[in-house]
T-cell receptor, first 115, second 114 residues
Framework: AQSVTQLGSHVSVSEGALVLLRCNYSSSVPPYLFWYVQYPNQGLQLLLK??????LVKGINDFEAEFKKSETSFHLTKPSAHMSDAAEYFC?????????????FGTGTRLLVSP | ETGVTQTPRHLVMGMTNKKSLKCEQHLGHNAMYWYKQSAKKPLELMFVYSLEERVENNSVPSRFSPECPNSSHLFLHLHTLQPEDSALYLC?????????????FGEGSRLTVL
């Protein structure tokens, strides 16, 4: 079975600093990987996804993530944090849409951005 | 209207009430999901409806009852809930078969049980 581990329940950065949110996955076969963002009192919104086409994936709002098979990682980065990036971020893994395969989510990382 | 729409956005109910949450998707998907999001806990998958089949998490209490009358609509019927059921309930949809498993979420229904 697949699983996801997000290191750090909270990450604090200053505005303009690099954002790095960590995600490691476990999967017996090549997975699909996702990052979702959740703003307060809202649902989850897809930031980006890895579907084996390219290891470096670019998403919305200048976020990107790199799939590293050797490290079983899919860390999320952004060069320069904005105040509006403050939210909770979820990494998720899927083996694709076979039968009732579903997304397995990590426990989330709350990003705090200070002026 | 596009995407996944959930109503109501906020609901307060007593333990003896009966209420329902509604979800509607306008994406042409054929699978719909209910997730529960509680503070400081991982997202919990409650129910999946896919191509008229239902899969449920066996740990979900029977006081939660889903209904999926067609591929665009999903309900979660609530009765005799407990205060610990207070949470954000998220609906999602996806396309099966094929695809990557990506889910499209609604904005959630915030439930408070008094």
């Amino acid at each position: 079975a697949q699983s996801v581990t997000q290191l750090g329940s909270h990450v604090s950065v200053s505005e303009g600093a690099l954002v790095l949110l960590r995600c490691n996955y476990s999967s017996s076969v090549p997975p699909y990987l996702f990052w979702y963002v959740q703003y307060p009192n809202q649902g989850l919104q897809l930031l980006l996804k890895y579907t084996s086409a390219a290891t470096l994936v670019k998403g919305i709002n200048d976020f990107e993530a790199e799939f590293k098979k050797s490290e079983t990682s899919f860390h999320l980065t952004k060069p320069s944090a904005h105040m509006s990036d403050a939210a909770e971020y979820f990494c998720a893994v899927s083996l694709g849409n076979t039968g009732f395969q579903k997304l397995v989510f990590g426990t989330g990382t709350r990003l705090l951005v200070s002026p | 209207e596009t995407g996944v729409t959930q109503t109501p956005r906020h609901l307060v109910m007593g333990m003896t009430n009966k209420k329902s949450l509604k979800c509607e998707q306008h994406l042409g998907h054929n699978a719909m999901y209910w997730y529960k999001q509680s503070a400081k806990k991982p997202l919990e998958l409650m129910f999946v409806y896919s191509l008229e089949e239902r899969v449920e998490n066996n740990s979900v209490p029977s006081r939660f009852s889903p209904e999926c009358p067609n591929s665009s609509h999903l309900f979660l019927h609530l009765h005799t809930l407990q205060p610990e059921d207070s949470a954000l309930y998220l609906c999602a949809s996806s396309q099966k078969p094929g695809g990557t498993g990506e889910l499209f979420f609604g904005e959630g229904s915030r439930l408070t049980v008094l």
